[in-house]
């Protein structure tokens, strides 16, 4: 994967950065003052340059250097973008109040809240073929790394918490089987769809909603600090995610797509009707309890994620109802 095209001065001083191998001559510009002037949560200057930043401790690009992951002006310039995208992620969940013992059924309440428009409800019923492949697209800049930012986070957690989110990062490994890792599904998937399974692809028309549902799942695993906001998201994605799987998969059988290509699909319709109580409860639950000061955090992260996910869903929504395309327009992305 090449690094890729800026969208703006945030992530064009990062490419440059990148590219260059080597100081460039001007300092950032402040992802702050850019925040004055666009929504941060879909802002496609600002939620690119974090993913970029982001990506170094993935797989990283092919025309940048690998020890850019940890030099000094690039974590700086991320620390202040991400600055910006938790204020704006506060602003949308609003002040949170919750005890320890009470994660479990607050969990079940954030996760519950149906009152937004239902993308997976539009995907399953009314969606033809080419907004379903639009989709996929999307969610490939999530789900060809899928397990992996969570994963971060393993050894940021002890004990029974520890060991409940070894058991569902296990599950989307596919138990030590490539053949049944998550990725590797939705690779198939893709192929059926006649998309690209290079990583990465679909990264330059991927406006920033969907790049920041996916930073949103880097950031909390990759900082210490938050290490109770990412068991919190992980069980929002558990708790939420049997049912929209359900109907993606009746969806896509529905356009004429085969039990191959729907396996990603009815692997998270299982999966995670088991994974739900785990991540609840032994995850979520026992970390409160054995770490009172993460409690709002867990909630946080979990609040974090279901709005994401209605922000992402509405997008897709508003611009198929608009009859054109959710991804970026092809001259945005053009070099």
Known sequence: MLVPVPRGP????????????????????????????????HGDDLQLALWM????????????????????????????LERVF????????????????????RLFEVTSDDSGRSLS???????????FAEFVMHRSVYHLKEADPHTFAIPRLRGAAKAAMIEIQADEYGGGRVERMHSTLFARLMDSLRLSTAYGEYV??????????????????LHRRWRGAA??????????????????????????????????????????AVHEQIAAHDLCGTLALDQPEVAEDIVFGAAACMRLEQLFADHLLDA????????????????
């Open 10 to 41: 945030l992530s064009g001083w990062l490419a440059a950065r990148l590219l260059v191998h080597d100081d460039v001559a001007t300092a950032p510009p402040s992802p702050a003052v850019t925040a004055h002037h666009v929504d941060a949560l």
């Open 121 to 131: 409800n539009h995907l399953q019923r009314r969606a033809d073929r080419a907004a």
């Open 204 to 221: 330059d028309c991927a406006p920033g909603i969907t790049l920041a549902t996916s930073n949103l799942m880097s950031m909390f695993g």
């Open 320 to 335: 198929w109802s608009a009859q054109r395309s959710s991804l970026l327009p092809a001259a945005r992305r053009a070099a």
């Open 53 to 80: 930043c982001y990506e170094l401790h993935y797989q990283g690009f092919d025309d940048a250097a690998a020890d850019l992951e940890w030099v000094t002006d690039v974590l700086t310039f991320r620390a202040e």
């Open 86 to 105: 938790v204020d704006a992620l506060r602003a949308e969940v609003g002040p949170i109040d919750v005890r320890p013992r009470e994660i479990p059924t």
């Open 231 to 272: 068991a919190g998201h992980l069980a929002a994605i558990e708790m939420t995610s049997s049912l929209p799987n359900r109907r993606y998969g009746q969806g896509l059988r529905r356009l004429g797509g085969d039990d191959l290509a729907c396996a990603f699909y009815d692997e998270h319709v299982e999966a995670d």
